[in-house]
């Protein structure tokens, strides 16, 4: 039931992009992404329902492909700041139990 | 506004020695988590609450118990601690309805040394 991302970690220069995948082997009622730190509590980025919307924050944006199961959140034009651990969230029914996948290290340079 | 507090911030725990971890919200959210991450690796759900009296257990319950006796407070139990369960151990909790479908807010952790 928890989720699998990929890629595991991905190294950037600054303004370049990157794509981090989420996927499910259950069909999925809702997405959630989040960023962490080191040594700190993640970070809400957006949530994504069922019907295949996009939503975006700044240069991050997300897509959400619900007949795949899976979510991609987009890192565009990359910045120091974005450096961190990307973990995904997914909820299979309305209310239920939120699960993470293993998280994917991003390391932006200058 | 406080959001999610946890305490304690650090411990160091004895094999075989018993703990709470507390954790309290004030922002009257009704679903309440309790995930612990080792490190380099991934947030695994230990059990949840949908509401006051209602627990369900997630991933990785073994070792651990919980009760939600009000909205606000979601304490986690380790009776026997063993060194498998060093690692660091963080609250959420967000509000949830058929209509809207919120962010988790996140204490700052709690870090667990069994030893």
């Known amino acids: 039931q928890q989720p699998v991302q990929s890629p595991q970690a991905v190294i950037l220069r600054e303004g370049e992009d990157a794509v981090i995948n989420c996927s499910s082997s259950?069909?999925?009622?809702?997405v959630h992404w989040y960023r962490q730190k080191h040594g700190e509590a993640p970070v809400f980025l957006m949530i994504l329902l069922k019907g295949g919307e996009q939503k975006g924050h700044e240069k991050i944006s997300a897509s959400f492909n619900e007949k795949k199961q899976q979510s991609s959140l987009y890192l565009t034009a990359s910045q120091l700041s974005y450096s961190g651990t990307y973990f995904c969230?997914?909820?299979?029914?309305?209310?239920?139990?939120?699960?993470f996948g293993g998280g994917t290290r991003v390391l932006v340079k200058p | 506004n406080a959001g999610v507090t946890q305490t304690p911030k650090f411990r160091i725990l004895k094999i075989g020695q018993s703990m709470t971890l507390q954790c309290t919200q004030d922002m009257n959210h009704n679903y309440m988590y309790w995930y612990r991450q080792d490190p380099g690796m991934g947030l695994k759900l230990i059990y949840y609450s949908v509401g006051a009296g209602i627990t369900d257990k997630g991933e990785v319950p073994n070792g651990y118990n919980v009760s939600r006796s009000t909205t606000e407070d979601f304490p986690l139990r380790l009776e026997l601690a063993a060194p498998s369960q060093t690692s660091v151990y963080f609250c959420?909790?967000?509000?949830?309805?058929?209509?809207?479908?919120?962010?988790?807010?996140f204490g700052s952790g709690t870090q667990l040394s069994v030893l």
């Open positions: 969230g997914t909820e299979i029914a309305a209310g239920n139990k939120l699960t």
């Open positions: 959420a909790s967000r509000s949830w309805t058929v209509a809207t479908n919120e962010k988790l807010f």
């Open positions: 259950k069909a999925l009622y809702s």
